[in-house]
């Protein structure tokens, strides 16, 4: 069985990963909608890098699975290399049951049949991270012992202090450029032994035993996650707010498995409202809710923003990953017991939403009594547009703080349910406390949906698709809020 880039970080990740990967692929869950852009974010990231290698070529060849292709991308390399080329990109490498791919080779000195060259990864992260390093030591040892002379190793992350102009993106500015060569060689004495190890897993006849944690979401949702989570004890020591993966794998091995095996004394105070809840079996919900709720002033504005945190930054003056937020939802509770009223806005133009987004919204709860947001989104979002000097931001952040309430925040610290799951979505507690919010009704489920929809209505040439997607956008926005209504109104009399 090869043994590939992403396998060998799977395997690093999880060895479980790595075993359903090869033997058990069906019981992964579909490629979601953002697993899918986080794939095409990296990609337009790498073709941006090109811009830094003018004279570069590309290597023939995509991967797939019947192996074809990748045999012509090893053949494309290799007459490349012997036709003398100073730079390639994707260049492929293949040794016994090893392969690689490389984003960017340099040749930095000609010496004959051993030419020095420069490795380069390309990541949209803004810094260098431990699995990078990993990545490249892979790389470094297939390409290695496939013959190439790697004397420097390279990293090129995006450059979270670059400005966009608003025109062509400047690479040399986009881009970071971070030497990794020593660590990269401290770390390649490790990859051959774990090399050994991930051939076992993949040799072996049964799945090895790994239990669940952080890791099944870090650095981004495992495919495999319903599968492995789906006999989850409804009290998994997992569920504990903010406990670290040591943790975990501390009480894993002394043999503690749920909430409620763990002594009181290794609670934290984050923890305690849950852990008392499943231990003691206290009310799910304290008094401080109803004291943060007594507070609760008319009229009372539900609201809740989409915002889009682009690795390519699409407007000028904006950064990689800013949070640029382009929509907006806020049921209104005027008085006691009165029926609702809606407010949105969504931009739907080509130019940068921001202003129009801080004057709509400034319109709207002005005359707020309390705004009631369900994270601390909205807040570092103003506070964002704020300093990014926004006209009417600063007003608009400063009211903001004065009065809002962040009812997530109140139930974290306050409320428990074993219907949560360590989870305090507003999905969930609403589900959990049997309020019927129809997200079924919406064809966008989530924040990350609701991006990637703006993004296709902003290009999309076909009026009728755009149509349908700002449609669907304010459906989605607006059953948050909806939902947000409902929870106040059950949690407070009004
Ligand atoms: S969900 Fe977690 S335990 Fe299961 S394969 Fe993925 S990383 Fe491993």
């Known amino acids: 069985m090869r043994i590939s880039k992403s396998s060998y970080m799977d395997g690093l990740r999880c060895s479980k990963l790595l075993y359903l990967s090869k033997h058990h692929p069906e019981l992964a869950s579909p490629e979601s909608a953002s697993s899918r852009k986080r794939f095409e974010d990296g990609h337009r990231v790498g073709i941006e890098a090109h811009a830094l290698f003018p004279d570069s070529i590309s290597v023939f060849g995509e991967w797939t699975a019947d192996g074809k292709a990748l045999t012509n991308a090893l053949k494309d390399t290799g007459n490349r290399l012997t036709a003398g080329a100073g730079c390639l990109l994707e260049a492929s490498f293949a040794v016994d049951d090893l392969y690689a791919r490389c984003d960017v080779i ?88 774990r090399l050994k190890a991930q051939r076992g897993v993949m040799a072996a006849t049964e799945c090895p035993e790994v239990a669940t944690g952080s890791h099944c979401n870090d650095p981004y949702p495992c495919p495999f996650y319903a599968h492995c989570h789906r006999e989850q004890h409804r009290h998994d020591i997992n569920f504990l707010p903010s406990i670290s993966r040591k943790k975990v794998a501390e009480l894993q091995a002394r043999g503690i498995r749920t909430i409620g095996e763990v002594p009181e004394g290794e609670i934290t105070a984050g923890q305690w409202r849950t852990w008392a809840t499943v231990r003691r079996q206290v009310p799910p919900l304290d008094g401080n809710v109803w004291d943060a709720l007594k507070g609760l002033a008319y009229p009372i504005h539900c609201l809740d923003f989409e915002a889009m945190l682009e690795a390519l930054p699409l407007y000028a003056g904006t950064r990689p990953y800013q949070k640029v937020p382009f929509q907006w939802s806020c049921h209104i509770i005027a008085q006691p017991g009165a029926d609702p009223g809606h407010r949105d806005f969504l931009h739907t133009g080509a130019s940068d939403p921001r202003a129009d987004f801080v004057k709509e919204l400034w319109d709207c709860v002005k005359d707020a009594g309390t705004i009631v947001v369900y994270s601390g989104f909205e807040s570092q979002a103003l506070a964002d547009l704020a300093r990014n000097g926004i ?7 400063s009211h903001f703080q004065s009065h809002s309430l962040d009812l997530y925040r109140v139930l974290k610290a306050n409320c428990y349910h074993s219907g949560f799951r360590g989870s305090w979505s507003l ?51 607006g059953i948050d809020t909806a939902t947000m209504m409902a929870l106040v109104r059950l949690l407070a009399d009004v």
């Open 391 to 397: 006209d009417g931001a600063d007003e608009l952040y």
């Open 427 to 477: 999905k969930t507690v609403v589900d959990t406390f049997g309020l019927k919010v129809n997200y079924e009704d919406s064809a966008i489920k989530d924040g990350e949906a609701a991006i990637i929809a703006y993004l296709r209505m902003l290009e999309s040439e076909d009026q009728l698709e755009r149509s349908n997607l700002e449609q669907s956008l304010r459906t989605y926005c």
């Open 106 to 193: 340099d040749r930095i000195s000609e010496r004959g049949e051993r030419d020095a060259w420069h490795l380069i990864e390309v990541k949209s992260s803004t810094k260098v991270k431990p699995e990078h390093i990993d990545d490249l030591a892979f790389q470094q040892v297939v390409a290695s012992n496939a013959g190439l002379a790697v004397e420097k190793t390279s990293l090129f992350h995006l450059n979270n202090e670059y400005v966009h102009s608003g025109g062509k993106y400047d690479a040399a500015s986009l881009f970071t450029q971070q030497e990794v060569t020593q660590d990269v060689n401290e770390s390649i004495p490790s990859v051959l032994p």
